[in-house]
T-cell receptor, first 112, second 118 residues
Framework: AQSVSQHNHHVILSEAASLELGCNYS??????LFWYVQYPGQHLQLLLK??????LVKGIKGFEAEFIKSKFSFNLRKPSVQWSDTAEYFC??????????FGAGTRLFVKA | GAVVSQHPSWVICKSGTSVKIECRSL??????MFWYRQFPKQSLMLMAT?????????EQGVEKDKFLINHASLTLSTLTVTSAHPEDSSFYIC??????????????FGQGTRLTVV
């Protein structure tokens, strides 16, 4: 069965630090990849997505992610985090059907 | 983006009673909606796919008689937790895609419903 693995459950950073959240998936075929963010008290919302083309995807709020097919990875990055980036981040994979499989989530806390 | 509204956002019920959670797509029609369950510190687990006008498709291990799903219109899906027990306490989230068909279109999420069974 397909699965999504996020490497860190909790990450604490100071403002201006660089961020990288790991995401690996298990599926050998074509995938669509997503990163969602959930700010405290708010809905899940889409940060960025990869369907095809350039494996380096840029999303909202300065986030980007790189799809490395050989590593089955889709890591999320941001060069300089802000206090307002404090949230929970979910990696998700869709294998072309209706189902979207989510990782366990990573809680990011940014110290001001 | 499209808006999905879930109601209620928080409910407490007594063990043995039933609870209904509504999921509405406010500004688009959703032929398919999805119901997820999230335990603390765990991932969103897909429970079922709700199809307008037909029976829901349940994931393996999800009791269809306990988690009743009705998708009566293109903008409303309901999840009823029947004869709730404390172990059903969880965070339930619905989502819907804009447009039909399978594939990688973006999903929009409701705000979730925290169910506490006492």
């Amino acid at each position: 069965a397909q699965s999504v693995s996020q490497h860190n459950h909790h990450v604490i950073l100071s403002e201006a630090a660089s961020l990288e959240l790991g995401c690996n998936y298990s599926y050998g075929g074509t995938v669509n990849l997503f990163w969602y963010v959930q700010y405290p008290g708010q809905h899940l919302q889409l940060l960025l997505k990869y369907f095809s083309g350039d494996p380096l995807v840029k999303g909202i709020k300065g986030f980007e992610a790189e799809f490395i097919k050989s590593k089955f990875s889709f890591n999320l990055r941001k060069p300089s985090v802000q206090w307002s980036d404090t949230a929970e981040y979910f990696c998700a994979v869709n294998t072309g059907g209706f189902k979207t499989i989510f990782g366990a989530g990573t809680r990011l806390f940014v110290k001001a | 983006g499209a808006v999905v509204s879930q109601h209620p956002s928080w409910v407490i019920c007594k063990s043995g009673t039933s609870v209904k959670i509504e999921c509405r797509s406010l500004d688009f029609q959703a032929t398919t909606m999805f119901w997820y369950r999230q335990f603390p510190k765990q991932s969103l687990m897909l429970m079922a796919t709700s199809n307008e006008g037909s029976k829901a498709t349940y994931e393996q291990g999800v009791e269809k008689d306990k988690f009743l799903i009705n998708h009566a219109s293109l903008t409303l899906s309901t999840l009823t937790v029947t004869s709730a027990h404390p172990e059903d306490s969880s965070f339930y989230i619905c989502s819907a895609r804009v447009g039909g068909g399978a594939g990688g279109t973006e999903a929009f999420f409701g705000q979730g419903t925290r169910l506490t069974v006492v």
